[in-house]
């Protein structure tokens, strides 16, 4: 089974602080994406990447950053974290190429509170 | 653009009733269509998919067929149970560009089954 963990569940930051969420996968997936989940809005695509060191903007990148040094391993990087990116982040990944029949792989998400 | 429509929630329903959540979308080109659920607590995890026109994707006892001349994918279910109580989101995934293998997202639907 593919399993998608990230690095926290929960998670208090103030305004200003800079934030590091981290996702791990362990079936060796070329595609690794970040989406944030807010009430009423779905799911929203933040970054994604298909490849180490590659990275791509969704549909909302801004105030977010990502690193894929490796292939395991996606981070997400608010710079100077405000209130309105208060959410539950969720990682995914799917195995490679970009193509459209892949089943995407979910983590359990990081609910982050800026106060 | 690509968009995903699907009916407002909450639902509620008693145990053994049967469930339709509607969705439809737009799209350009033949997208593939999927169906995640997310359980209290948890990340998204794929429930059926379908990838082209006709198709009928089933688990669990859900089922949902791609519809391509209403751009419609409803998910049912005959007898729902109380374990079933989750939220629901539609999804397409893109079919061109650089963003070919990305999913859009309806706004999600919460089910409720009552004992």
């Known amino acids: 089974d593919v399993k998608v963990t990230q690095s926290s569940r929960y998670l208090v930051k103030r305004t200003g602080e800079k934030v590091f969420l981290e996702c791990v996968q362990d079936m060796d997936h070329e595609n690794m994406f970040w989406y944030r989940q807010d009430p009423g809005l779905g799911l929203r695509l933040i970054y994604f990447s298909y490849d180490v060191k590659m990275k791509e903007k969704g549909d909302i990148p801004e105030g977010y950053s990502v690193s894929r040094e490796k292939k395991e391993r996606f981070s997400l990087i608010l710079e100077s974290a405000s209130t309105n990116q208060t959410s539950m982040y969720l990682c995914a990944s799917s195995l490679a190429g970009l193509v459209s029949t892949d089943t995407q792989y979910f983590g359990p998400g990081t609910r982050l509170t800026v106060l | ?115």
Not at chain 2, 1 to 15: A, W
């Open chain 2, 1 to 115: 653009g690509d968009s995903v429509t699907q009916m407002e929630g909450p639902v509620t329903l008693s145990e053994e009733a049967c469930l339709t959540i509607n969705c439809t979308y737009t799209a350009t080109g033949y997208p593939s269509l999927f169906w995640y659920v997310q359980y209290p607590g948890e990340g998204l995890q794929l429930l059926l998919k379908a990838t082209k026109a006709d198709d009928k994707g089933s688990n669990k006892g859900f089922e949902a067929t791609y519809r391509k001349e209403t751009t419609s994918f409803h998910l049912e279910k005959g007898s729902v149970q109380v374990s079933d109580s989750a939220v629901y989101f539609c999804a397409l995934s893109q079919t061109y560009g650089g963003s070919q293998g990305n999913l859009i997202f309806g706004k999600g639907t919460k089910l409720s089954v009552k004992p």
